[in-house]
């Protein structure tokens, strides 16, 4: 297929991004999500409400924590769902009220993020695509709607791999 438009390159780029995310997503257990690659790992912990809370800090430690792939599932739904309000004209959630559904839900919860953005890409247009946008970048660098959509494709692509690369990883240290 050529692409006829930037937007059906964009939505392309997508498209193959979501399918070979798929492939490691498909593949994913509770167990996966609960396990820390490393001794020193960003995951989801449950908070006094039961409510999953994701490690953060305001300023990145050093040496940088390795996510695992319940931090990274749950920062994927952070950014896409923010990205989307900002989009659709949404008042953008904090990101401490971005509620991840915990290891059993991931997938799922990942799959209807993906359903929301497929609604935002259906509802822009070429012009679209050319006006300003200030989200995640500062206001004043001068990049548009098309770099954002642009930047969500690349940003799910390297996480999606993350999280690919983790699984990997655990399924051959369990066949070990």
Same mark, same amino acid.
């Given at each position: 297929?050529?692409?006829?438009?930037?937007?059906?390159?964009?939505?392309?780029?997508?498209?193959?991004?979501?399918?070979? /995310?798929?492939?490691?997503?498909?593949?994913?257990?509770?167990?996966?999500?609960?396990?820390?690659?490393?001794?020193?790992?960003?995951?989801?912990?449950?908070?006094?409400? /039961? !409510?999953?809370?994701?490690?953060?800090?305001?300023?990145?430690?050093?040496?940088?924590?390795?996510?695992?792939?319940?931090?990274?599932?749950?920062?994927?739904?952070?950014?896409?769902?923010?990205?989307?309000?900002?989009?659709?004209?949404?008042?953008?959630?904090?990101?401490?009220?971005?509620?991840?559904?915990?290891?059993?839900?991931?997938? !799922?919860?990942?799959?209807?993020?993906?359903?929301?953005?497929?609604?935002?890409?259906?509802?822009?247009?070429?012009?679209?695509?050319?006006?300003?946008?200030?989200?995640?970048?500062?206001?004043?660098?001068?990049?548009?709607?098309?770099?954002?959509?642009?930047?969500?494709? !690349?940003?799910?692509?390297?996480?999606?791999?993350?999280?690919?690369?983790?699984?990997?990883?655990? !399924?051959?240290?369990?066949?070990?």
């Amino acid at each position: 297929m050529v692409a006829e438009s930037r937007l059906d390159l964009l939505r392309w780029q997508f498209d193959l991004t979501w399918a070979l /995310g798929e492939v490691h997503l498909a593949e994913l257990t509770p167990d996966d999500f609960r396990w820390e690659p490393a001794s020193l790992t960003w995951t989801m912990r449950r908070g006094d409400d /039961g !409510a999953w809370i994701a490690d953060w800090a305001e300023t990145e430690p050093d040496p940088v924590p390795v996510p695992t792939m319940a931090w990274i599932s749950w920062h994927i739904g952070w950014w896409w769902g923010t990205t989307a309000d900002h989009l659709l004209g949404r008042p953008v959630r904090a990101r401490e009220s971005v509620r991840w559904p915990g290891p059993d839900g991931a997938v !799922a919860w990942l799959t209807t993020q993906r359903d929301e953005w497929l609604t935002v890409l259906g509802a822009l247009t070429e012009e679209r695509l050319d006006e300003p946008s200030a989200y995640p970048w500062p206001e004043d660098a001068g990049l548009t709607v098309g770099h954002q959509v642009a930047w969500v494709n !690349a940003e799910l692509m390297k996480n999606l791999a993350e999280i690919g690369q983790q699984r990997l990883a655990r !399924a051959a240290r369990l066949a070990g």
